[in-house]
């Protein structure tokens, strides 16, 4: 082992603190750890197991096609609903369950957090991280079920892991946030589901928003930074006629970057405390 | 290398009981706005403030083994807390050379769905080793754990025995400069504390590790520790070495009393249960402080239990006057059947002492209440302090001992003897 000679200050932290990158990255390998925890966890007793990630998504979709492209024959511009709905459900049901692990993370780790010490942003990140898999097996399936539905593979397919991300960051933005205010105030546990089910509403995932939405709630709709990583999927499966509407997809990006510097700043800023009010 | 390892200068920590008047934001604002709009008022706790820790100074050098001891509230978790970086001080600062792991708990982290194997990986990442760390010493891990044959098995399936044998072999294998140990020997069986109180003063002897070593275990701070701090209500009350700090603070534990209660909220419990009082007697009713041993001796414990609970067991350790553990008693140690009925309020349960057990001397009585298998509710102020007689004696050998003098024997039960034919 290397004797580190460096020498610690312990001592009121004032002002405003950095991020401290260099930490988190020392605690890397934690942090893989407790993702993959969390995925064992998850499906560790469970009857059917890691196919759980394969049935939910489908078994939406397949309600999903039946209720708007059949019974309410929404428009789908000529995609398969099945595909277009697929499409969007991968980055709406990361982004769900992403935030809902990642806000409920800190509380859930009170034992943890009051007995060590490490940067603790690792648990949010953790918990948003182990929705990747999930993620990946529910592409997995979008690929498969793309040819049996006649839908083309286009070279827009490679820009998804992009798209990806930006259902990613606004789940760890929110995650952030909620997880740290959920130290303090346990509201929190009853406003995220209320989010994530108000939020399917919302959120383009069972329709085109295109084919709804009157022109002046276009920019606050794209508000809602899920909208921008929605689109963004449609364009790589479908093609070109779902492009993005790129101003509003930029503005969800910025929306989303707001959201996660300024819960970065809270987040760090009450961190020192987490371990008095949990 | 004369600096120290550790220094620690001034270090104050302060909590806000009761509504703080820092919060004022919007939601409050909201909150308050509803309230009177249903008609509940609200209540409004003074905003007192508490210091677990005021003026906490000392410096720790490298490879030495410092105990930190201390009735339960005397801050040394907070300490512990501090210097292992889960929370920050009020004032002061510490200055600290070297990778410190703290072993607040043993098996932090554990998951019971998860196997020993992988929670051996998860628990040492936890206290801070690194995959290679771990991965290089896992047999030797295993092997100190004895559970090699359930090494693929969820450690829910572990008896409770196994499961803190894996967790301590795990911490065991920690090999920072600075190790924070707290109460953590107070789990585990009689043998299994011995190997690793050997392993840890080894690692202190040989590998030149600094150890700062919180225990109620008077033995093994005795044997580990070359120095030793008192804490009293958070400040710093004696420090040296170990004989005369531990001789101090026995001193100071309490003077002869056979009683001692406790009201509102600054008894030891949570918000399940709250002990009130403690009451040591004799038979007779008697409770001088002087007790003979020819008498049963009762023990009434009284607490408070705010919500029924199963599986709550409420006891206390009888300690020698050298404050080392002579038996433990929980209600629960009975048949189920005749476990005392538990009911919400006041209540008081009474536990009694056999006749002819005591030898003479100076005894403890320290209440102790835990969720069994979960967490310790409180532990150990001591309650309750007395002498006893010797004189149960029935056999004209024994008129020696009847003035006073000693038996060989931390106890002098009188057995039986027979003989063998054949």
């Known amino acids: ?278 | 290398m004369s600096d120290p390892i550790i220094k620690i200068s001034g270090v104050g920590k302060r909590f806000t009981l009761g509504e703080s008047a820092g919060h004022d934001t919007l939601r409050d604002h909201l909150a308050a706005g509803l309230r009177s709009l249903i008609g509940r008022k609200k209540v409004v706790h003074p905003v007192s403030e508490h210091w677990a820790l005021r003026d906490v100074s000392f410096d720790v050098n490298e490879g030495e083994v410092v105990g930190i001891i201390g009735h339960n509230g005397a801050g040394k978790s907070t300490l512990l807390k501090i210097l292992s970086q889960i929370s920050e001080p009020t004032e002061g600062e510490i200055r600290v050379r070297g990778r410190i792991a703290s072993l607040l708990e043993v098996g932090t982290g554990f998951h019971p769905e998860l196997s020993g194997r992988e929670n051996i990986y998860l628990n040492g990442a936890i206290l801070g080793m690194t995959h290679a760390e771990i991965r290089a010493k896992f047999d030797e891990i295993v092997a100190f754990s004895e559970v090699e044959k359930f090494l693929e098995t969820p450690v829910k399936r572990y008896s409770s025995g196994m499961y803190v044998r894996l967790a301590f072999a795990v911490a065991a294998h920690l090999d920072p400069e600075i190790l924070v140990v707290d109460e953590v020997l107070a789990v585990g069986d009689a043998a299994f504390q011995a190997k690793c109180l050997e392993k840890m003063g080894d690692a202190a002897r040989h590998g030149g590790r600094t150890i700062l070593f919180v225990s109620h275990n008077m033995q093994a701070l005795r044997a580990l520790c070359s120095r030793a701090v008192l804490l009293q209500q958070g400040r710093v009350a004696k420090i040296g070495d170990t004989a005369s700090v531990l001789n101090r603070y026995l001193a100071d534990a309490t003077d002869q009393q056979t009683s001692r209660s406790w009201s509102g909220d600054d008894s030891p419990g949570n918000h399940q249960v709250r002990l009130r009082s403690v009451h040591v007697a004799d038979e007779h009713g008697s409770a001088s402080g002087v007790f003979s041993t020819s008498q049963r001796i009762f023990v009434d414990i009284e607490f408070e239990c705010f919500e029924i609970l199963s599986t709550l067991t409420v006891g206390f350790d009888l300690k020698t006057s050298e404050g080392d553990v002579l038996f433990r008693s929980y209600q629960t140690d009975q048949r189920p059947a005749d476990h005392p009925p538990l009911k919400l309020g006041t209540q008081k349960w009474r536990c009694e002492i056999p006749a002819g057990l005591f030898n003479f001397g100076t005894y403890l009585v320290c209440p102790r209440a835990h969720l069994q298998g979960h967490y310790l509710i409180f532990e150990g102020p001591t309650a309750a302090r007395f002498d006893t007689v010797l004189d149960h004696g029935v056999s004209p050998f024994w008129h020696k001992l009847k003035n006073r003098s000693e038996r060989a024997g931390l106890i002098s039960p009188i057995l039986r003897w027979t003989q063998l034919h054949g």
């Open chain 1, 1 to 278: 082992m290397s004797h580190t000679n460096t020498e610690r200050v312990l001592r009121p932290s004032k002002g405003l603190i950095s991020l401290n990158l260099g930490e988190l990255w020392r605690f890397r390998e934690l942090l893989g750890l407790l993702a993959w925890r969390d995925i064992l966890i998850r499906y560790k007793q469970t009857y059917l197991g890691i196919a759980w990630a394969v049935l939910q998504p489908v078994l939406t979709m397949v309600v999903f096609s039946v209720i708007f492209g059949r019974l309410a024959k929404f428009e789908s511009w000529g995609a398969p609903y099945a595909i277009l709905t697929l499409a969007a459900l991968l980055p709406w049901q990361f982004f769900g369950n992403a935030l809902s692990e990642s806000s409920n993370s800190l509380v859930a780790s009170a034992r943890i957090i009051s007995k060590v010490y490490f940067p603790r942003l690792i648990i949010p990140i953790s918990a948003v991280l182990s929705g990747v898999l999930d993620a990946l097996i529910a592409t997995a399936i979008l690929l498969v079920l793309m040819p049996f539905y006649g839908v083309a593979f286009r070279p827009q397919l490679l820009l998804l892991p992009l798209f990806f991300l930006a259902a990613f960051l606004p789940a760890f933005a929110g995650g952030v946030w909620l997880s740290a205010l959920n130290v303090k105030y346990r509201d929190v546990r009853y406003i995220v589901p209320f989010i994530v089910r108000i939020g399917m509403y919302v959120t383009p995932v069972g329709f085109l928003w295109q084919t709804l939405l009157p022109e002046k709630w276009r920019l606050l709709f794209h508000l809602n930074p899920l909208v921008g990583a929605i689109d963004g999927f449609r364009w790589c499966v479908l093609g070109e006629k779902f492009a993005p509407w790129w101003p509003g997809f930029w503005m969800s990006i910025g929306v989303t970057f707001a959201v996660l510097i300024t819960g970065l700043i809270y987040f760090r800023q009450t961190e020192k405390t987490f371990a008095d009010l949990v």
